[in-house]
């Protein structure tokens, strides 16, 4: 498989076993340190036992406890990740709000764990996940909202899903580009994914994400895009030294007064390429 097949919000859990064996990272940002070979190799240690961890947590842990512990646990558990990976967390703008569809840009698998990290929220996926072994199952039990695609019947029971979580207070994430990118640019935005949050009422809020290095320069090295696999994807961050993972959120933005999709899209698009088109925020400097 490659990058965008897994741009749909859950990525290739099982691909991790292979850490081990993946190739040395080649595309973190020029004049960058990269990570001594010891470190290199406490992170994937390190690694390994967050996700066996995690994968206990859910299997022992969650069936004592409701969503809102579920939700504190992921948290948890993405912010420790993001720890083990070198990747620091930076937000900027308004505070995510409770109870809105919140709208990203895709880069990277991490991208789940930093938004996890910031708001446990609910991913949209395409229905087929929830065969995949393993991955499926621990996407069942995260709150994921698997949409099977061209079924209008279906449409209409996954939208009466994401309003119940919106009037719980929950958020709901997705990614309407529908793949991914290495961040210096942003795609169209699928209207059609904006619905749910337009017919039950709820704000929806952009958020940009941006990898920086440690002197605020663009870096690919989290982007699972193109023909990359996750094991070179996890090699590249691995090999990072420090990487910033920079959330900007901007204010929500009521569906309530008669807003068509297609509006809302290109609002939401235009706050994010806004920030993404900053100077020197999206800027590959060579060797990149």
Same mark, same amino acid.
């Given at each position: 498989?490659n990058?965008?097949?897994?741009a749909?919000?859950?990525?290739d859990?099982?691909?991790?076993?292979?850490?081990?064996?993946? =190739?040395?990272a080649?595309?973190i940002?020029?004049?960058?340190r990269?990570?001594?070979r010891?470190?290199?190799a406490?992170?994937?240690?390190?690694?390994?036992?967050h996700?066996?961890?995690?994968?206990?947590?859910?299997?022992f842990?969650?069936?004592?406890?409701?969503?809102?512990?579920?939700?504190?646990?992921?948290?948890?558990?993405?912010a420790?990740?993001?720890?083990?990976?070198?990747?620091?967390?930076?937000?900027?703008? &308004?505070?995510?709000?409770?109870g809105?569809?919140?709208?990203?840009?895709?880069?990277?698998?991490v991208?789940?764990?930093v938004?996890?990290a910031?708001? =446990?929220?609910?991913?949209?996926?395409?229905?087929e996940?929830r065969?995949?072994?393993?991955?499926?199952?621990?996407?069942?039990?995260?709150?994921?909202?698997?949409?099977r695609?061209?079924?209008?019947?279906?449409?209409?029971? @996954?939208?009466?899903?994401?309003a119940?979580?919106?009037?719980?207070?929950?958020?709901?994430? @997705?990614?309407? &580009?529908g793949?991914?990118?290495?961040g210096?640019?942003?795609l169209?935005?699928?209207a059609a994914?904006?619905?749910p949050?337009i017919?039950?009422?709820?704000?929806?809020?952009?958020?940009?994400?941006?990898y920086?290095?440690?002197?605020d320069?663009?870096s690919?090295?989290?982007?699972y895009?193109? &023909?990359l696999?996750?094991? &070179?994807?996890?090699?590249? @961050?691995?090999a990072?030294?420090?990487?910033?993972?920079?959330?900007?959120?901007?204010?929500? @933005?009521?569906?309530?007064?008669?807003?068509d999709?297609?509006?809302?899209?290109?609002?939401?698009?235009?706050?994010?390429?806004?920030?993404?088109?900053e100077?020197?925020?999206a800027? =590959?400097? =060579?060797?990149?």
């Amino acid at each position: 498989m490659n990058a965008s097949e897994h741009a749909d919000g859950v990525p290739d859990v099982a691909a991790f076993t292979r850490l081990q064996a993946a =190739p040395a990272a080649g595309t973190i940002a020029a004049g960058s340190r990269p990570t001594p070979r010891l470190l290199r190799a406490w992170r994937y240690t390190r690694l390994a036992l967050h996700l066996v961890q995690g994968l206990l947590t859910v299997a022992f842990v969650y069936p004592l406890c409701r969503r809102p512990a579920h939700q504190a646990l992921r948290r948890r558990w993405s912010a420790g990740l993001l720890r083990v990976l070198g990747i620091e967390l930076e937000t900027r703008g &308004e505070a995510v709000a409770p109870g809105c569809m919140l709208v990203a840009n895709h880069i990277s698998w991490v991208d789940i764990f930093v938004i996890n990290a910031l708001a =446990p929220a609910a991913f949209v996926s395409k229905a087929e996940v929830r065969n995949w072994p393993l991955i499926g199952w621990l996407a069942e039990r995260n709150d994921t909202i698997f949409l099977r695609r061209g079924s209008r019947g279906h449409a209409r029971i @996954i939208n009466a899903e994401i309003a119940g979580l919106l009037d719980a207070g929950c958020n709901v994430a @997705i990614f309407p &580009e529908g793949t991914t990118t290495d961040g210096s640019h942003l795609l169209h935005f699928h209207a059609a994914l904006l619905q749910p949050t337009i017919a039950c009422g709820h704000p929806l809020q952009p958020l940009a994400l941006q990898y920086r290095t440690a002197d605020d320069r663009f870096s690919r090295a989290p982007a699972y895009d193109g &023909e990359l696999s996750l094991g &070179e994807c996890v090699a590249n @961050i691995v090999a990072s030294r420090r990487t910033i993972a920079r959330v900007t959120v901007a204010a929500p @933005i009521p569906t309530c007064d008669g807003v068509d999709r297609r509006t809302l899209a290109a609002h939401a698009h235009a706050q994010i390429a806004a920030v993404i088109a900053e100077p020197g925020a999206a800027s =590959p400097q =060579p060797g990149t």
